[in-house]
């Protein structure tokens, strides 16, 4: 069975920082440009990062760049997101998304992904 599970959210303090894992079966993780998307309530689901399969080089939107970080394990078949200095407003449910073409050279927008995580949530709160 060919799936994404993504793992490490939870509550977090403001400030505080957090790293998401999205982990494949049935499938070779670093043959995917991956992509990390969010979606808070009541907002349309964005795009806030992702790491290519051609160079694994990243590309991350202005509105997070600086305190979101992704990258690569591929032993462990898994991707990260790190995200630093974490604000209430990066409150959501996460995704993670794989896509087979180089896509993310061209940044989050470009990605078409094949599958899908089920997602998971965090919440910035004191």
């Known amino acids: 069975q060919l799936q994404l599970v993504e793992s490490g959210g939870g509550l977090v303090q403001p400030g505080g920082s957090l790293r998401l894992s999205c982990t494949a079966s049935?499938?070779?993780?670093?043959?995917?440009?991956i992509g990390w998307f969010r979606q808070a309530p009541g907002k349309e689901r964005e795009g806030v990062g992702c790491?290519?399969?051609?160079?694994?080089?990243?590309h991350y939107p202005d509105s997070v760049k600086g305190r979101f970080n992704i990258s690569r394990n591929n032993a462990k078949n898994t991707v990260y997101l790190r995200i630093l200095n974490m604000e209430p407003e990066d409150t959501a449910v996460y995704y993670c998304?794989?896509?087979?073409?180089?896509?993310?050279?061209?940044?989050?927008?470009?990605?078409?992904?094949?599958?899908w995580g089920q997602g998971i949530q965090v919440t910035v709160s004191s």
């Open positions: 998304a794989a896509d087979p073409r180089p896509s993310c050279t061209e940044g989050i927008h470009a990605l078409i992904p094949e599958y």
């Open positions: 790491i290519s399969n051609s160079d694994s080089s990243t």
């Open positions: 049935g499938f070779t993780l670093e043959r995917y440009s």
